[in-house]
């Protein structure tokens, strides 16, 4: 059995726009996977808390307030402090282009900004989330 | 340094690794869980099951936190359905369960259905005793929204809460519904709504019919968990019926029950997986459908014609 897809979708930050994400958690829904939605108001830590708790694969992010230069770090630095650091972290926003530049420099992976298509997010998360899983030593 | 010795040093991504390879039914999940049995059998679940959108999510949190509060290691898994069409699931119990998400003593996992129909997750039964060999004390189990016939959660769970509203229905559907035979306690929730009287003296009425049950008197708890109202005097009823259960003559029954189930459930998976992969792989499958659709074969014959491919050997 191929393994299912589990992706995190959170909204940190103060703004209740939620509408692109329950589009986004619909699609990948459809798409087969199993999707974790936290809602609204997420901090980091809880962010972070939950993904370990629901061994997820990925983290998207839906971020509209601008606060995505320190919101993305946030997340990554906690995940690999808690040694979870190959989750992979995605998201969407209003985010300028140098700053993708910038975030996807730090380790972040794909930003998309609105208008981007379900399908390109599906078909990205199907193309990386394989080769980032690790088998372990169980016994 | 292994996963399995990882657990037993009480990491957390060790457990939530643990748990999906549980979920996944990764080859040798028996062997895990064999491993893991010894460790576990201390903890108390309880079971919080009702129809879609009654408050469960909202009830686990009030109550969590409260016994999160007593410094009490806890578990919970919430339970939300699989698509039958894509295989794809929305699990939004967490967005209820804010006040506890970061609490270090609770740890949430939201299971898919993945074709269990019985209103818990194919695994959650395993799951539970990962919880419960990783050192939980209690483990919340909230169930997808059920109907009348999901009563799986009855057999898991020492204490199964059931929670309705207003919108449920009349005393008639509540007579008809399994769900009114597996409550070890009711709550009326959304008291803030109207007919949540009514509904709490139809209940109380229909509980008094059924009388006193092994010497404990099923109780009706009103709340408006939003607002986090009667939550504790619904606590207060668990650790009642726990104190009961604990050492009361009819706790024996219930384990056995609970091995029953486990037992059977264990040994129809082997079943199941017997089938598809060796008595009735897809193209085999594929094929007799087709006779059986020109009429070339009926299925009943055809089924016993499989069975008979097992030799049961006596000794
Ligand atoms: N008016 C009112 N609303 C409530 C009360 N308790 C919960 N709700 C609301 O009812 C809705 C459903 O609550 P949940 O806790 O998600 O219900 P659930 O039974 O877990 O739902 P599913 O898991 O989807 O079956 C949410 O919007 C809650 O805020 C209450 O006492 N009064
Ligand atoms: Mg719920």
């Known amino acids: 059995m191929q393994k299912k897809f589990r992706i995190l979708l959170a909204k940190p930050g103060l703004d209740g726009h939620d509408r692109g994400i329950k589009v986004v958690a619909s699609a990948l829904r459809d798409a087969g996977m199993e999707v974790i939605y936290t809602g609204l108001r997420q901090t980091p830590e809880m962010i972070v808390a939950a993904s370990i708790q629901e061994d997820v694969d990925a983290i998207g992010l839906s971020i509209l307030s601008g606060a995505h230069m320190t919101l993305f770090p946030a997340v990554l630095d906690l995940l690999k402090r808690k040694g979870a650091g190959r989750i992979l972290v995605?998201?969407?926003g209003i985010i300028p282009e140098k700053d993708i530049e910038e975030l996807e420099a730090m380790g972040v992976g794909k930003l998309y900004t609105p208008g981007a298509s379900t399908r390109e997010i599906i078909d990205y998360l199907k193309k990386t989330i394989p080769g980032r899983r690790k088998e372990e030593k169980v016994f | 340094m292994s996963l399995l010795d990882r657990f037993f040093q009480k990491d957390g991504v060790a457990l939530s690794k643990v748990i999906s390879y549980i979920e996944n039914q990764e080859p040798g999940y028996q062997k895990l869980l064999g491993r893991l049995y010894p460790h576990a059998g201390k903890a108390y679940k309880i079971?919080?099951?009702?129809?879609?959108?009654?408050?469960?999510s909202t009830i686990a949190d009030k109550i969590s936190s409260k016994l999160a509060a007593g410094d009490k290691e806890l578990g919970i898994i919430a339970v939300d359905p699989t698509s039958p069409f894509t295989g794809g699931a929305l699990l939004g119990d967490r967005i209820r369960m804010q006040d506890i998400s970061l609490l270090p003593n609770v740890f949430i996992r939201s299971m898919a259905t993945r074709g269990s129909t019985g209103g818990l997750a194919q695994t959650t039964s395993e799951v539970t005793l990962v919880l419960d060999a990783f050192g939980k004390e209690y483990i919340l189990i909230e169930t997808v929204g059920v109907g009348q016939a999901e009563l799986?959660?009855?057999?898991?769970?020492?204490?199964?809460?059931?929670?309705?509203?207003?919108?449920?229905?009349?005393?008639?559907?509540?007579?008809?519904?399994?769900?009114?035979?597996?409550?070890?306690?009711?709550?009326?929730?959304?008291s803030d709504r109207l007919g949540a009287g009514r509904l709490l003296s139809e209940l109380e009425m229909v509980l008094e019919i059924r009388g006193n049950q092994?010497?404990?008197?099923?109780?009706?708890?009103?709340?408006?968990?939003?607002?986090?109202?009667?939550?504790?005097?619904?606590l207060e009823k668990i650790i009642q019926h726990q104190s009961y259960i604990s050492s009361h003559p009819v706790y024996e029954k219930h384990r056995k029950n609970q091995i029953r189930t486990e037992l059977s459930r264990i040994v129809s998976r082997q079943f199941q997986e017997l089938m598809?992969?060796?008595?009735?792989?897809?193209?085999?499958?594929?094929?007799?459908i087709e006779e059986i659709y020109r009429g070339e074969k009926d299925p009943y014959s055809s089924g016993r014609e499989v069975f008979s491919r097992i030799e049961v050997r006596d000794n």
């Open chain 1, 90 to 92: 995605f998201g969407g």
């Open chain 2, 214 to 234: 092994d010497g404990w008197g099923i109780p009706v708890v009103a709340t408006e968990a939003v607002n986090n109202v009667g939550t504790e005097a619904l």
């Open chain 2, 152 to 190: 799986d959660v009855a057999d898991l769970c020492d204490t199964t809460v059931v929670v309705l509203v207003p919108e449920f229905g009349d005393s008639v559907q509540m007579m008809k519904a399994g769900l009114m035979e597996i409550g070890d306690i009711f709550v009326v929730n959304k």
């Open chain 2, 276 to 288: 598809l992969t060796r008595l009735l792989p897809s193209p085999r499958l594929e094929s007799l």
């Open chain 2, 47 to 56: 079971g919080i099951t009702g129809p879609p959108g009654a408050g469960k």
